[in-house]
């Protein structure tokens, strides 16, 4: 019964939120109810004790349910932002049914429904990225038309992709035929394929610079928060299914590696080449996918705990980042149309939160990227010097740029001051001009960002808990070399 | 299939899918994806593997036949009525000055485009040659890398992935791209239900199947969607005019 209502509760509330999508607030305080029902139900769901329904196994453990309660808190956290900063009119409602395939997915055991739900929120985010808000008044941009284009065809490609791979998986047996591709290596070929579409990794990273260039700030940060990490999540389940695709391979294991490495220099490069603040981000990004692939594929313990630990700060980043992002966007006052250089001062919430969450990503201490990077760049320091200095070239980029945008957007001198002049004889309150009035920083969506600040600083300062947990998960792992 | 008899729903199969990617018109490539779906429900009903579980008077076919069968016949009544009514306008009212004139503009200059051209076999070429490299590609395939359990259902997969994948890769308008997508997972439904029913396998799981189906139908509503949301705007379908301006 538990299970059911985890996984139907949000479908109703979603049909129910779609119905009223014309009264914006009365939807997000209905999504914000769903998010602490559903955290409720998570609580009370036992770990480790697999239920059959309709054929199907359900099973939650400690990992996953670690992973869901992130998943619920950000999407918590950007239904409230919603709130202040209007997104699209059906944001709540294409939002709970993302989290409802994602809640699924991580319950499930099968394969082929696993990959078949990822397939389906892919499908479903599309709606996300085209919507507009509530009376609106404007068209759709066709620049964003054509990146829910190029999503949706490279999503459905990527699900065939890994459906492929796990059908043929079933007819897998033990010995090759003679004289012909080995069917564990073409499945695994595959998987990559499709995960390395999902996931962004070089060279199918294009779809993510255009979503985060184009689609407004909270859609991308469900789409890569949420639909990205649980890839990753399945990526590891695949691993876990098939242990003979990484088992005594090590050619397979070093071309995966050879591959995040490749994403992290190459994104790492262009991120100093962006022309825009999103542009950075979406490669910092990519980069970052990088290193948690890099860690998936050293199929260590140690890298595999980073990835871990890796996806959950890149979960935690994301929502802090692109929330920052819509409060530094919203229309201050000023004149508009002008790139501002002043961001930090005139929105030093936002400012601090969409700093603190590059460093996150990063790597740098005191946040918990830190500690995360620290257990990845341990583990290519076990495949030679070479593979850890790459690491730390790519993060060096990374650094480079992210310099660069703080600099150019963030850090410079105070912009339009108003500049008291003179009274004229004879010159009334009337005569003068209006004196510019700017808005302030959206109370609650900055109180939002200082508490994920703050949760990047604490696991920063404390990751044992984390690492730990993290630990314990990997013991279980049949393709991990122990 | 009984190894001896003409194959004629593949045939029908590998025709109406060679059509969609050959074809720009939507009145014929919605009609030869009907057909296709209608093909393959008939070359799995076919097949010895699935054991009919249902009668329809002297008939019996398999539960997965009649869900493959419905999934073809949704999707394609989803593009009909998609393609039928994109002459709709819809949240006009909502709209200010500069995006009507926006819409006034794009209606001029898709009504300057649509001026009906002759036939010129020359447009058909990249399709035609993309068409060819597929019939090799499937009818080498299932030689060299033979993965179902007949020769003719992996002929059957690879020749719908292919034409799907190069439908996508050669067009331009939206609906076909639709078109791709929906070939690319028929691809991958057919050789699930032909692998799954093997005799060393876990079994076709009607679950998984009807899953698969939604998928189909849930992606030709999004992609009715688009389609709808792309005209509304530049009123066409051409994806060249998303780049343009």
Same mark, same amino acid.
């Given at each position: 019964m538990l299970y059911l209502s985890l996984v139907l509760f949000p479908i109703a509330m979603s049909a129910s939120c779609f119905a009223l999508r014309k009264y914006a607030r009365l939807v997000v305080v209905a999504g914000v109810g769903v998010i602490l029902a559903e955290i409720a139900l998570i609580l009370q769901v036992p770990l480790d004790e697999p239920v059959r329904f309709l054929g199907v196994t359900l099973s939650l453990n400690a990992l996953s349910r670690l992973f869901l309660l992130i998943f619920l808190g950000i999407g918590g956290i950007l239904f409230l932002v919603t709130w202040y900063i209007p997104h699209g009119e059906n944001f709540v409602a294409v939002s709970l049914l993302i989290l409802m395939m994602s809640i699924t997915i991580l319950l499930l055991q099968d394969p082929f429904l696993i990959s078949l739900l990822l397939i389906w929120a892919g499908i479903v985010a599309v709606l996300a990225i085209v919507d507009l808000p509530v009376r609106a008044g404007v068209l759709v941009h066709t620049r964003l038309l054509a990146s829910a284009l190029k999503y949706l065809i490279l999503m459905v490609i990527a699900g065939v992709l890994i459906y492929l791979g796990f059908v043929l998986a079933e007819v897998y047996r033990p010995g090759e035929v003679a004289g012909r591709l080995p069917l564990v290596r073409f499945i695994l070929a595959l998987l990559i394929g499709g995960f390395a579409l999902r996931l962004a990794l070089? %060279? #199918?990273?294009?779809?993510l610079p255009d979503l985060v260039e184009q689609v407004q700030p909270l859609v991308s940060a469900l789409i890569i928060a949420i639909i990205n990490t649980t890839g990753f999540l399945v990526l590891i389940l695949s691993f876990q299914r098939l242990p003979v695709l990484l088992a005594d391979n090590p050619n397979g294991t070093l071309l995966l590696r050879t591959g995040a490495m490749i994403t992290m220099v190459l994104a790492g490069l262009m991120s100093l080449g962006a022309g825009s603040m999103r542009q950075t981000l979406s490669y910092l990004l990519i980069y970052n996918s990088g290193m948690i692939f890099y860690g998936l594929a050293t199929t260590s313990v140690v890298g595999l705990t980073g990835a871990l630990f890796e996806m959950v700060n890149q979960t935690v980043a994301v929502a802090l980042i692109f929330v920052s992002l819509a409060m530094l966007e919203? @229309?201050?006052?000023?004149? %508009?149309g002008m790139q501002r250089s002043d961001l930090l001062r005139r929105w030093p919430v936002a400012g601090m939160g969409f700093l603190g969450g590059m460093l996150l990503l990063l790597g740098? @201490? %005191? #946040?918990?990227g830190f500690a995360s990077k620290q257990f990845l760049y341990h583990a290519a320091w076990q495949h030679g010097w070479i593979e850890c200095a790459l690491l730390l070239l790519a993060t060096l980029f990374a650094g480079l740029a992210l310099i660069r945008v703080a600099y150019t957007r963030l850090l410079g001198p105070q912009e339009e001051i108003p500049i008291p002049t003179p009274e004229m004889h004879g010159e009334i309150d009337l005569d003068r001009p209006v004196t510019q009035r700017l808005k302030p920083e959206p109370h609650v969506p900055a109180v939002l960002t200082v508490l994920l600040f703050l949760a990047c600083l604490v696991v920063g300062l404390y990751p044992q808990p984390l690492v730990v947990l993290i630990n314990n998960t990997i013991q279980d792992l049949t393709f991990v070399n122990l | 299939m009984t190894s001896g008899s003409f194959p004629w729903p593949l045939l029908g199969l590998a025709i109406s899918s060679g059509l969609i990617l050959l074809l720009q018109d939507w009145r014929q490539t919605i009609p030869c994806l009907l057909i296709s779906a209608v093909c393959q429900a008939w070359f799995l009903a076919e097949q010895q593997f699935l054991k009919p579980d249902i009668s329809f008077g002297f008939w019996g076919f398999s539960t997965v036949v009649l869900v493959k069968f419905l999934a073809g016949v949704a999707v394609s009544t989803i593009l009909t009525i998609t393609a039928l009514t994109f002459s709709k306008e819809y949240g006009l009212e909502d709209l200010d000055e500069f995006g009507l004139s926006e819409l006034r503009r794009a209606a001029r200059a898709a009504q300057r485009q649509a001026v009906p051209r002759p036939f010129q076999p020359g447009e058909y070429a990249l399709t035609f040659w993309a068409m060819v490299l597929a019939l090799f590609a499937s009818l080498t395939l299932p030689r060299i890398y033979p993965i179902a359990p007949s020769p003719r259902i992996d002929f059957a997969w690879y020749w719908l992935g292919l034409t799907g994948l190069f439908t996508i890769a050669t067009t331009s308008n939206m609906l076909k791209v639709g078109m791709g997508l929906l070939l690319c997972t028929g691809s991958i439904d057919l050789l699930y239900t032909a692998v799954a029913s093997g =005799?060393?396998? =876990?079994g076709v799981s009607v679950g998984a199947v009807a899953m698969l189906s939604l998928v189909m139908i849930l992606l030709a509503l999004v992609v009715a969607y688009l389609s709808g949301l792309l005209f509304g705007r530049l009123k066409t379908l051409e994806l060249n005019e998303l780049y343009k301006r």
């Open positions: 070089i %060279p #199918f990273h294009t779809w919203q @229309p201050d006052g000023r004149t %508009p740098m @201490p %005191p #946040f918990s | =005799s060393q396998a =876990s």
